[in-house]
């Protein structure tokens, strides 16, 4: 595996995979999925999985990746952690109206016990 800043060469089955995942993705609009990579240190998992940051922000999409740490393996969900900042930095990045449509979207999907909380945390 030969990995540059242009190419990603010797896993084009990989992000062809991932790829047609995403594109499926598209076309079921309420389906959500969670891809986990994994494999030894060093075996290029950073590099497929950002093969495919373009063809996710080509669509509008957010593109969000937690790496586990070893010299952080004592923090539990680290991973999620820095993936769910990295979708927050993104999501504060737009403008104030997609902000507000957002919050909207949240209030409305997040309707029950628990709301105000979860609301005052996004505000």
Same mark, same amino acid.
């Given at each position: 595996?030969?990995?540059?800043?242009?190419?990603?060469?010797?896993? +084009?089955?990989?992000?062809?995979?991932?790829? @047609?995942?995403?594109?499926?993705?598209?076309?079921?609009? +309420?389906? *959500?999925?969670? !891809?986990? !990579?994994? =494999?030894?240190?060093?075996?290029? *998992?950073? /590099?497929?999985?950002?093969?495919?940051? %373009?063809?996710?922000?080509?669509?509008?999409? #957010? #593109?969000?990746? =937690?790496?586990?740490?070893?010299? +952080?393996?004592?923090? %539990?969900?680290?991973? #999620?952690? /820095? @993936?769910?900042?990295?979708?927050?930095?993104? !999501?504060?990045?737009?403008?104030?109206? #997609? !902000?507000?449509?957002? *919050?909207?979207?949240?209030?409305?999907?997040?309707?029950? %016990?628990?709301? &105000? &909380?979860?609301?005052?945390?996004? @505000?």
């Amino acid at each position: 595996l030969n990995v540059s800043e242009l190419e990603l060469y010797g896993r +084009h089955a990989e992000v062809s995979l991932l790829r @047609a995942t995403f594109h499926n993705l598209l076309e079921k609009h +309420h389906e *959500k999925v969670l !891809i986990s !990579i994994v =494999g030894y240190s060093g075996s290029g *998992k950073t /590099a497929l999985s950002l093969a495919l940051r %373009p063809v996710v922000l080509r669509s509008q999409g #957010f #593109f969000c990746v =937690g790496k586990y740490d070893l010299q +952080h393996r004592a923090e %539990p969900y680290m991973a #999620f952690n /820095a @993936a769910f900042l990295s979708l927050v930095d993104q !999501i504060m990045a737009r403008d104030q109206s #997609f !902000i507000s449509n957002l *919050k909207e979207r949240m209030r409305g999907a997040l309707s029950g %016990p628990g709301e &105000e &909380e979860i609301v005052c945390t996004v @505000a």
